[in-house]
């Protein structure tokens, strides 16, 4: 290590030793990093759904080159609920408290709720398989509606989330 990396340490160091004295304080950090490991799952969440939303893209793009028409309302329908869930996910609130703040949002709450979050990966993986399989299936109606129905569980089931938040689960 050169020697101004030895200073950024040191100074580092005796940072993280004066915030220590303060109460609370390393408390709130592990809150702050469960929030974050939320937040990181969340993303990971969202990127996977925009994958099987880019996935409906081109199946509509597809059918559309091949004049079979018919599909769009439905392809498109179900595109936006995809959206709107993704969006849902990406822009939930994940269990921000501040430092100062009166409502206190404790350990286990942000367990609770990152299992929660964790759990919704199934459902997930669920949507994006049907979403990569859309255009090899042959009956794209009865591919749609299976995709369809994930979606909504899907939705149905982040509902639940803000139960996990208030600690009423």
């Known amino acids: 290590m050169n020697d101004m990396q030895a200073k950024i340490e040191e100074r580092r160091r005796i940072l993280e ?6 109460p609370g304080y390393s408390q709130y950090q592990q809150q702050e990093k469960r929030r974050d ?12 759904l925009r994958t099987a939303v880019s ?13 079979k028409l018919e599909a769009l309302a ?14 849902r996910i990406r822009l939930a609130d994940y269990g921000y408290a501040g430092f100062f703040d009166a409502f206190k949002i404790q350990e286990q709450e942000l367990d609770m709720l990152y299992q929660f979050d964790l759990s919704l990966a199934a459902l997930v993986k669920q949507i ?3 979403g990569s399989k ?3 299936m042959g009956d794209k109606t009865q591919a749609l509606a299976d995709l369809d129905k994930a979606i909504e569980e899907l939705d149905s089931r982040f509902d639940e989330r803000e139960k996990v938040i208030m600690g009423v689960r």
């Open 17 to 22: 030793q004066l915030a220590g004295m303060i």
């Open 37 to 48: 490991a939320d937040k990181q799952n969340r993303d990971f969440l969202y990127a996977e």
């Open 55 to 67: 996935d409906v893209g081109k199946l509509a793009l597809s059918l559309t080159g091949e004049g």
């Open 74 to 87: 439905d392809i498109d329908r179900v595109e936006r609920k995809l959206r709107t869930v993704a969006d």
């Open 128 to 130: 994006k398989d049907a």
């Open 134 to 136: 859309l255009s090899s």
